[in-house]
């Protein structure tokens, strides 16, 4: 395929007819540059926009020698042949060059492997180049794609995979030509291979010898030969591994003379492999003359580390003798038949439910864990809640428990599955480089470089019925329901995370030893509960934080300041505090109407307070002595007493205001301290001890010390008070004294000075 220029709307997809002859079919050029040539650069020069490469011809062009593109081509094939002296396995680059501007309107680097048939010595281009790649057949017939050319045998392996084969004696090879069907999604590379079993007297898959083959859109067809020591991911040359990663690098690929296509939703690849090789630790010599030999097949998807896993795979081969009288037993074309609709994807909100069980399950093929996630799995996948590979949508700050049943027994690798949670959409931290570790955020499933997460094995397997219900479109809740499960002994792991406001929104729950086991985790922020509650209109929403689960919950809490709190307008609200409800969660109050305070209308004059009469909820005035005086005049002080008289109904108490001398405040000596059982009543000048009864000294001067205080008192009238007991007003006593002035004593002077003292009468004994 060309890359586009969309200055120009150059586009087109460019094939090697031959190695004279180059075809662009569908080609677009609107013809307004001012120089568009084709120009080629050999294998391995460095293109320069100068120039430095070479000219290509074009048919109808002119100028400049006819080099320069004559005209505009809309959707139209432009077959180019090549300059005497130059095929195919000259180019090395191929450029579409604006000479007078010395721009590129679009490079197309050629592929880098080139085969050369001993026979002729003539150069076949190893293909790749847009989707249709015609090349030389090895029995140098041209054709259009490697699916038309002749082979002596062909087996069909199944009803979308067959095996081609010739036998070269002479050379001691064997021409192989494997053919497939491309399903799920056309991106994804996918490979088909074939060997020899690893057991001689049935088919085996530990031990086996297999090819794998696929075609690359951008790097062409490929065919790497692999050694099999385990049913899992290679790692540290264990597991399907290519040759070249077993025993420390002691074994090699083998395979020679690659080619291939990939059309129409097939790809076929053709290689050479050698009877035997150097190579005895890797590779099963192949017998074709005197014995029959049990063969492994499989086909699957193609990730970052090549082989990845079996979609389809040999069980109970027949054994094949290579040697045999040629038989053709394939029908013209592989039938690709199998349904590609992808399983509809699972989504679990994990909002309420927060416990997940984890197990391994297989991967629905191209329908299932590829169609899913997009990436290439490798036959089993994580299930969560007996659920392929789901998308959980989590909350912040909640937490979550994951019951994990995925293999526990490190020694043997394709039943051992740790899980974890990952920034890395991929997985597989055990193995990563210390580099790789370092750029990986785990959240969940490692305590420094141990995993914690790997319990029992809980496993489901693909069994006739499942591949029926796959291979048939049925549903994925059909395809899981349909599969064998079964647990070994043993207990779970338990892993619990809480995503935090620090988790980013998009993570993973991968597997630690394998890549690409789980699928996505989308991290929401957890919704406002107030958002969810609807409080009465006399409530407000509040929230508090379960100790327990660490999320926020919400409660109403009502308030009298509104609406009353829900009670009648003539009602009183009053909120009561709960003492019965739970030390861990909210405890609102309560709300208790009760009737109208009848002091809300009821008026009592100065002095007085309304009180309730609770029994009939009757409002009166009682008399307050911390109110105005109780409402006595100056000069005078309130005292209450009890009306012992009233019998029924509110009963305020009795006020009295009496007066009182000036001196009762003051302390006086004891023997002039004297008792009087006279009262002084301002209402109705009574001696009624009940009434006023008090204390007062008798000739009691204004002094603590019981010591006339200096200073004038002037006239008894300023001191009104009356003593009705004697009918006598307070006197005023004129007193004379010495007093210092001037300076410090002893040379104070003396002179003599007058002063008064106040003192009231005694009421006359009784």
Not at 619 to 634: K, Q, R, S
Not at 674 to 691: F, K, N, T, V, Y
Not at 719 to 740: E, G, M, P, S, V
């Amino acid at each position: 395929m060309l890359p586009p220029n969309s200055d120009y709307s150059i586009s087109g997809t460019l094939f090697i007819l031959d190695t004279k002859t180059l075809l662009i079919e569908d080609f677009n050029y609107d013809g307004n540059a001012p120089g568009a040539f084709l120009y080629y650069y050999p294998p391995g020069q460095v293109i320069d926009k100068n120039g430095g490469g070479f000219f290509i011809p074009v048919p109808g062009g002119r100028e400049n020698g006819g080099f320069k593109i004559g005209r505009s081509y809309f959707n139209e094939e432009l077959l180019v042949p090549l300059p005497e002296g130059v095929d195919a396995c000259d180019i090395g680059t191929f450029t579409i060059w604006c000479m007078p501007f010395t721009v590129f309107f679009t490079v197309l680097p050629f592929p880098t492997e080139r085969i050369f048939v001993q026979e002729t010595d003539e150069c076949i281009i190893q293909p790749g180049l847009g989707t249709l790649v015609p090349f030389k057949c090895p029995n140098r017939r041209s054709v259009g794609s490697a699916r038309d050319c002749d082979f002596d045998n062909c087996a069909a392996l199944d009803d979308q995979l067959q095996l081609s084969w010739t036998v070269r004696n002479d050379m001691q090879m064997i021409d192989f030509r494997l053919c497939g069907c491309l399903s799920g999604d056309p991106n994804l590379n996918q490979y088909m291979g074939f060997g020899l079993s690893g057991n001689t007297n049935r088919t085996h898959m530990i031990g086996a010898d297999p090819v794998i083959t696929w075609v690359d859109e951008t790097t062409g067809p490929q065919a790497v030969d692999y050694f099999l020591t385990g049913y899992f991911q290679c790692r540290d040359g264990r597991g399907a591994c290519p040759d070249e990663d077993h025993f420390s690098g002691s074994c090699s690929n083998d395979i020679v003379s690659v080619s291939g296509s990939r059309q129409g939703g097939q790809q076929c690849v053709i290689y050479k492999q050698s009877f035997s090789t150097n190579d005895s630790t890797c590779d099963i010599p192949i017998d074709p003359l005197n014995m029959e030999q049990y063969i492994v097949w499989g086909v699957g998807g193609l990730g970052e580390t090549a082989f990845q896993h079996f979609k389809r795979a040999s069980a109970s081969d027949p054994p094949i003798h290579f040697g045999r009288t040629p038989v053709n037993m394939c029908p013209r074309e592989v039938q690709c038949r199998q349904c590609s609709e992808p399983f509809e994807a699972a989504v679990i909100e994990a909002l309420e439910d927060t416990i997940f069980s984890v197990s391994i399950g297989p991967s629905g093929a191209d329908r299932g864990y590829e169609a899913i996630t997009g990436q290439v799995g490798w036959g089993i996948a994580y299930y969560i809640n007996s659920t392929l590979v789901p998308e959980l949508v989590v909350q912040r700050g909640q937490a979550y428990v994951f019951i994990v049943e995925a293999g526990n027994n490190p020694d043997n690798p394709a039943n051992y599955h740790p899980f974890y949670i990952t920034d890395d959409i991929h997985g597989s931290r055990v193995f990563k480089t210390p580099e790789e570790k370092m750029a990986e955020t785990v959240f969940a499933g490692f305590d420094g470089d141990n995993v914690t997460a790997a319990g029992r094995l809980c496993a489901c397997r693909e069994g006739a019925e499942a591949a029926r219900v796959r291979e048939s479109c049925g549903s994925r809740q059909e395809y899981e329901e349909s599969q064998e499960c079964g647990c070994e002994e043993g207990g779970a792991a338990i892993l619990i995370w809480i995503p935090d406001k620090d988790t980013p929104d998009i993570v993973y729950y991968q597997c630690a030893i394998h890549l690409n086991l789980g699928w996505r985790i989308r991290v929401q922020d957890a919704p406002d509960p107030c958002d969810e509650l609807s409080c009465p209109s006399h409530a407000t929403c509040e929230t508090y934080t379960d100790p327990l689960g660490g999320s926020d919950a919400a409660f109403c809490r009502p308030s009298c300041e509104l609406e009353n709190g829900g009670c009648a307008e003539d009602e009183v609200c009053s909120l009561v505090e709960q003492t019965n409800c739970l030390a861990d969660g909210p405890c609102p109050p309560t709300v208790q109407c009760s009737p109208p305070d009848p002091c809300s209308t009821f008026r009592c004059r100065r002095g007085y307070r309304c009180q309730v009469y609770e029994p009939t909820n009757e409002a009166y005035c009682e008399p307050a002595c911390d109110l105005f005086n109780g409402g006595c005049t100056t000069g005078t002080y309130c005292i209450l007493r009890q009306d012992r008289n009233c019998s029924e109904g509110p009963c305020p108490s009795l006020k009295s205001c009496c007066f009182f001398p000036r001196c009762d405040m003051h302390v006086c000596s004891a023997k002039e301290n004297r008792r009087s059982p006279c009262i002084i009543d301002a209402e109705d000048s009574q001696c009624d001890e009940e009434e006023c009864p008090f204390t007062y000294c008798r000739n009691c001067y204004f002094s603590s010390q019981n010591q006339p205080l200096p200073g004038n008192c002037g006239t008894c009238s300023e001191h009104d008070i009356f003593n009705k007991c004697t009918q006598r007003w307070a006197t005023c006593t004129r007193r004379a004294h010495l007093a210092a002035y001037g300076q410090a004593w002893p040379r104070q002077s003396l002179r003599k000075e007058e002063d008064f003292r106040c003192h009231i009468l005694p009421c006359p004994s009784l």
